[in-house]
Nanobody, 115 residues
Framework: QVQLVESGGDLVQPGGSLRLSCVASGIIFRIYAVGWYRQAPGKQRELVATITSGGSTNYAATVKGRFTISRDNAKNTVYLQMNSLKPEDTAVYYC?????????WGQGTQVTVSS
């Protein structure tokens, strides 16, 4: 059984930081591309950042320079370090793991940026 379990979401003030974690089980984590997506109320789910099995990263323009994605294959975990948070970063953040023909999602973790 494949599971992706996110954690680290919270209420934070503008300008603050959070680190999200996603622990995977039931897959050979090191061969999967993994990433973070987010969905704000009334909006479509959008890409935040991805990291390939080889460590190449990709970021949405709206978070580049503020967010950093990383992975620890020994811990089956992908992280998202979020700095300089803005109210528009408020959303449910979802972890994704994929290889050709297999695509898995976590249940999401809420990030709220508000004063």
């Amino acid at each position: 059984q494949v599971q992706l379990v996110e954690s680290g979401g919270d209420l934070v003030q503008p300008g603050g930081s959070l680190r999200l974690s996603c622990v995977a089980s039931g897959i050979i984590f090191r061969i999967y591309a993994v990433g973070w997506y987010r969905q704000a109320p009334g909006k479509q789910r959008e890409l935040v950042a991805t990291i390939t099995s080889g460590g190449s990263t990709n970021y949405a323009a709206t978070v580049k320079g503020r967010f950093t994605i990383s992975r620890d294959n020994a811990k089956n975990t992908v992280y998202l370090q979020m700095n300089s948070l803005k109210p528009e970063d408020t959303a449910v953040y979802y972890c994704n793991a994929n290889v050709p023909a297999r695509n898995f999602w976590g249940q999401g973790t809420q990030v709220t940026v508000s004063s």
